[in-house]
């Protein structure tokens, strides 16, 4: 596979972690920077204009709320040139059973037509949720590839081995690392 028509992109939330407590580099982060170092590729941080609580209670509250009415929360970084694009690795967590909602606003705005979409989703139970059923729902023209689900617990504990299932994960879907 060309890695140099992929691109990473997360969304990753630092604060009150569910079970490790305060994090100062999010789970998505560290992933994604791990996965662009891998392939050479670029990295785009999906950030909400508005940001989270870091409150763990609140941000889910919030995170909640944004899933219920739908929400495009408009995004800090202008979005990446999409043009010539085919794969993009896609690290979010798992909010709700559901992609948070800034993640929407990236994809909302990028052309997804025939994109091949690799779903890295960081979670702490619930592995993908319906994330990936959620991303061929809104974007049925984007190829959705089947995921992998990284508990965040061990992004945070055992980087070593988070690593280690990232770059298994994208070795069987074919990129050169």
């Known amino acids: 596979m060309d890695n ?5 992109a997360f969304f990753s939330r630092k604060g009150e ?21 891998m392939l050479s590729a670029p990295v785009y941080e999906i950030a909400s204009e508005k940001g989270y609580p870091e409150d763990y209670e609140e941000c889910s509250k919030a995170a909640k709320a944004e899933r219920d009415s739908n929400e495009r929360p408009s995004l800090r970084f202008p979005l990446p040139d999409s043009s010539g694009l085919e794969s993009l690795i896609l690290v979010y967590p798992n909010w709700w059973g559901d992609l948070p909602m ?4 990236f994809l909302d705005g990028i052309n997804t037509d025939g994109l091949m979409v690799y779903p890295v989703c960081t979670h702490e ?10 991303l061929s729902g809104v974007y049925p023209k984007a190829r959705i590839m089947p995921g ?3 508990r965040g617990t061990s992004v945070q504990e055992n980087r070593a081995d988070a690593v280690a299932k990232l770059r298994d994960y994208l070795e069987k879907a074919g990129f050169t690392l």
């Open 148 to 150: 992998i689900a990284i």
């Open 125 to 134: 139970g619930n592995g993908l949720g319906m994330t990936d059923r959620c």
């Open 4 to 8: 140099s028509r992929t691109l990473v």
């Open 102 to 105: 800034p993640v929407y606003t």
């Open 17 to 37: 972690n569910y079970l490790v407590g305060s994090i100062k580099e999010g789970n998505g982060e560290i992933l994604a920077k791990e996965a662009a170092s």
